[in-house]
């Protein structure tokens, strides 16, 4: 039997007080930075289907588990055809991936939380969940045994070097959420809850090029919603690369969307997952849209503009090489795709 | 660490045990309700063998808590026959050799089940997405689909006319 340790559990009922009990409990004072991950004493969990795992392997050996399971909405409220929508970050990944508003209005959403791992995972896991999901890396994500043979890493021993690239100051762990690339490229913010009080961010601005602190909020704050502008115009879409058709966390994962007006492309954004520790907005993929009539010349600049913004490592499935061609190739087929699709919302 | 009382609804009935805080809904089903149907695979979420139904819905025992699920109602494969009447999924398996070692078909009976509950003509591309999470090493699936299709041909048939989805 692979055992979870001993931890102790609090269930809040509300989101006051999950962000009463996580500042009493001193979660924003930890450092992944200095202790390592197994150092984290008090953690946040909402569906488990990545903080469990990993507790097993002993990469997280919390003291407190938060959970957040009756705290958080799980709710996907839209106040309107032309409104936006506001995504509970307690919903399932199936019920996003299933939700009628979202599948119409916000493809790249629908079909990237449909591709997570399998339908038993997207059943437990949650938006929010994704949206703050543990970077992973061939070095990190294995047994204790495993670790304790080959030796340990960074993440998880920071006075230890990076095995993927042993002269790097920084771990490079991957992000390797599907649904945030999805959620930058619709343009998401996310509502923030902390015993300070509640604030919104830019999804984009959530995330750090950092292994260990990938995340820019503190420990003690909650993401509790997601949202989506009015998706009027916009055609988004996701595509993913993986191992195994079902099942793995991306290797490559791009999402792009687009708005027409008229021939001409008004705005456009394309993201990509699974090539760097922190998912990456291409601004320069966008530059490249704008203003075109999304003609194959544009594209291919967008495509070209992805395939530099791609820096993948050594520490996950595929190879380099395999990784950062199949992000041109995505970029291509999927504006492509947008071309040849109608606009969602018309 | 001492040990919690839990109540929890299996098939159908509330039982109350005693079980470590810190133990999964796997270990809780086999170790101290004895229901031994529920496998431990890879325990990590990756193979499917610990499928059980919450509320209708399949979820991983082994990545679930006892103490978050509350009320809800859990089946496990025990949970399938009415009396001595199988559930024409596990007739099906049976007949159409679904089974091999026999590892995975817990899991993949009550997935099945699930898909099952929400259409009895399903498609083929629907019985893959609804075992998606099932791992099978021995079968290669095709006779797993096989029993799927006979069963939902059997509910279907038992279902009154008109009442067919």
């Given amino acids: 039997m692979l055992r979870l340790p001993r931890f102790r559990m609090e269930v809040p009922r509300t989101l006051d007080e999950a962000a009463r009990v996580l500042r ?8 992944p930075g200095t202790t390592g991950m197994p150092g984290m004493k008090v953690l946040m969990v909402a569906g488990g289907t990545d903080v ?7 990469q997280l050996t919390p003291e407190v588990l938060v959970s957040l399971r009756r705290a958080l909405a799980r709710d996907v409220r839209a106040d309107g055809p032309s409104a936006g929508v506001t995504i509970g970050a307690g919903a399932t990944l199936s019920s996003v991936s299933a939700h009628p508003v979202v599948r119409s209005r916000y493809a790249a959403l629908a079909m990237a939380a449909g591709l997570v791992s399998t339908p038993q995972l997207r059943n437990m896991g949650t938006i929010g969940g994704n949206v703050c999901l543990d970077t992973r890396c061939n070095w990190y994500d294995e047994s204790q045994f495993w670790r304790t043979a080959e030796g340990f890493c960074m993440k998880t021993h920071p006075n230890v070097v990076c095995r993927v690239a042993t002269s790097s100051p920084r771990c490079l762990a991957v992000a ?6 999805a959620l930058l ?29 990938y995340l820019t909020i503190a420990r003690d704050e909650i ?13 988004s879409t996701y595509l993913k690369l993986r191992d195994r058709g079902s099942f793995d966390f991306p290797i490559v994962g791009l999402a792009a969307a687009v708005r027409m007006d008229g021939e001409r492309v008004a705005g456009a954004r394309v993201a990509l997952t699974a090539v760097a520790s922190r998912p990456i907005l291409v601004d320069a993929a966008a530059a490249a849209l704008r203003g075109s009539r999304l ?10 503009a992805a395939f530099k913004a791609a820096r993948p490592m050594d520490n996950t499935s595929g190879t380099i090489a395999q990784r950062k061609r199949t992000v041109s190739v995505f970029a291509t087929r999927a504006l492509r795709e947008l071309r040849e699709r109608r606009a969602e919302a018309a | 660490m001492a040990k919690a009382l839990l109540t929890l609804r299996v098939n159908g009935e509330r039982q109350t045990v005693a079980a470590e805080p810190h133990h ?9 309700l004895g229901l031994t149907g529920t496998k431990h695979g890879c325990e990590l979420g990756e193979c499917g063998a610990c499928t059980v139904l919450v509320d209708g819905v399949p979820v991983l025992s082994c990545l679930t808590l006892p103490s978050e699920i509350g009320d809800a109602e859990v089946t496990t494969v025990e949970g399938l026959a009415k009396g001595p009447e199988l559930h024409p999924l596990q007739t099906a398996f049976a007949e159409e050799a679904a089974a091999q070692c026999g590892y995975c078909t817990p899991g993949m009976l009550l997935s099945a089940k699930s898909l099952l509950d929400h259409t009895t003509a399903p498609t083929r591309e629907e019985m893959a997405e609804a075992i998606a999470g099932n791992l099978c090493r021995c079968t290669g699936y095709t006779a797993i689909y096989e029993a799927i299709d006979k069963a939902a041909e059997r509910i279907r048939e038992k279902q009154p006319a008109g009442a067919r989805s």
């Fill in chain 1, 24 to 31: 009493e409990l001193g979660a924003g004072q930890q450092d």
């Fill in chain 1, 52 to 58: 469990y795992p990993n507790m097993k392997r002993r």
């Fill in chain 1, 176 to 181: 390797s959420a599907d649904t945030v690339p």
């Fill in chain 1, 185 to 213: 490229a619709l343009g998401a913010t996310v509502r923030i809850q902390s015993a300070q009080g509640e604030r919104s961010v830019d999804l984009g601005e959530l995330y750090r090029e950092d292994g260990i602190r």
């Fill in chain 1, 223 to 235: 993401v509790s919603a997601v949202e989506l502008p009015p998706a009027e115009g916009w055609r």
């Fill in chain 1, 295 to 304: 003609d194959d010349a544009a594209i291919e600049a967008a495509a070209e």
């Fill in chain 2, 24 to 32: 999964t809904l796997l270990e809780v089903l086999r170790e101290d």
